[in-house]
């Protein structure tokens, strides 16, 4: 059996909860995912990022649509070699200003310093309400990112 990680990383790449913050968070999603092996908010040293694993698919301009997979690549080997310190860049196909956070992952990708990290949520979708509830405790607007080993 794959394992899946649920994972919900704040909308700001930059921010991380205070400690009370994440032990609410921490609570409160196992409450939501009684069945989860595992729940833990994890602190990076640095920006991460954190993908769908085995789910990553294309990855598409946020303004054209173009696929940009190819070009991708090479903009996350430049952005790893500054450890993701400027995540700015310009589309290659229609030469706009944006960051590698905003592209179009069709499979929600996000980079963060923190994730709430649920193990094996024993689920396979979330429902608005239950991300709202993990965001109020958190004190965040946060992505959801299901990644797939
Ligand atoms: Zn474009």
Redesign the pocket.
């Given at each position: 059996m794959s394992d899946t990680y649920l994972r919900f990383v704040p909308y700001d790449s930059h921010w991380y909860p205070d400690e009370p913050a994440a032990a609410a968070a921490i609570k409160v999603a196992r409450e939501l995912f009684p069945l989860a092996e595992h729940v833990a908010v994890e602190l990076e040293e640095g920006l991460t990022f954190f993908d769908a694993g085995a789910n990553t698919e294309s990855i598409?301009?946020?303004?054209?649509?173009?696929d940009?997979e190819e070009w991708w690549g090479d903009a996350m080997d430049q952005g790893a070699a500054s450890r993701f310190e400027d995540l700015s860049v310009t589309?290659?196909?229609?030469?706009?200003p944006t960051s590698l956070n905003d592209l179009r992952y069709i499979w929600p990708a996000a980079f963060g310093v923190c994730a709430l990290t649920v193990v094996d949520p024993g689920v396979t979708s979330l429902a608005s309400e239950q991300l709202r509830t993990i965001e109020q405790a958190m004190d965040s607007p946060l992505k959801a990112i299901w990644q797939h080993l």
């Open positions: 598409h301009c946020p303004f054209c649509g173009s940009i589309t290659p196909c229609c030469q706009k």
